[in-house]
């Protein structure tokens, strides 16, 4: 979703000084990117989305704001309503879900109607909807950290606690690589689960 509020920094850039071309950009790679993103109410427009960048390049300074978000847009969103998650045998996934990470089924969810197997499990308010479907993806040569994968994040309060869980039960994980309170695991097959810690 940032892509297409925010345009990368080798589009939209407008030279400041000097009138560098975006040409000699792409040879000379930038010392330094500063970038802010703010929403600002524009009178008579509605909301926008501004991002202002700024490139030094070899004295030269270059800025650029990005495209105005039209107010007609707006449709309302609200939070990730569930997220899907393939699986190759749905009673495997369900005693990883259910008996280690300790969600629960949400039985108002259809299991009849779609023409395949399954489960809504409850994460909060919002859901993870495991699919018993072939995966078209890889299961193996994924990256040992789950961060640096297709990854779904999920808010916990305790990580200290789910690491104990993890070891109890031998499952393989990953701490943070920034040193926040955050473990990485995969699921039995192979999709990659961030568990942040939270305050509130």
Known sequence: ???????????????????????NLSSNPPSKLYHQTSLRNVRGDGLCFVTKAKLAVEGDVIERQSLKVDHNND???????????????????????????GLEINEARPHDKLPYRGAWLWVGSEMIHLMELPNPDPLTG???????????????????????????????????????????????????????????
């Open 142 to 200: 994924r990256p040992a950290h789950g961060g640096r994968d297709r990854h779904t994040c999920i808010a916990i309060r305790d990580v200290s606690k789910l690491k104990a869980i993890f070891d109890e039960a031998g499952i393989a994980y990953t701490l943070s690589k920034s040193g926040r309170p955050a473990i990485f695991a995969r699921d039995p097959d192979a999709n990659a689960l961030e568990f942040t810690q939270v305050d509130n």
């Open 75 to 101: 449709y309302g969103v609200v939070s990730i309503h569930h997220v899907g998650l393939l699986c190759e045998n749905l009673e495997r996934s369900l005693n990883f879900y259910q008996n280690i990470l």
């Open 1 to 23: 979703m940032a892509s297409l509020l925010s345009p990368s920094p080798s589009t939209l850039l407008q030279p400041k000084a000097h009138r560098t071309s975006l040409k």
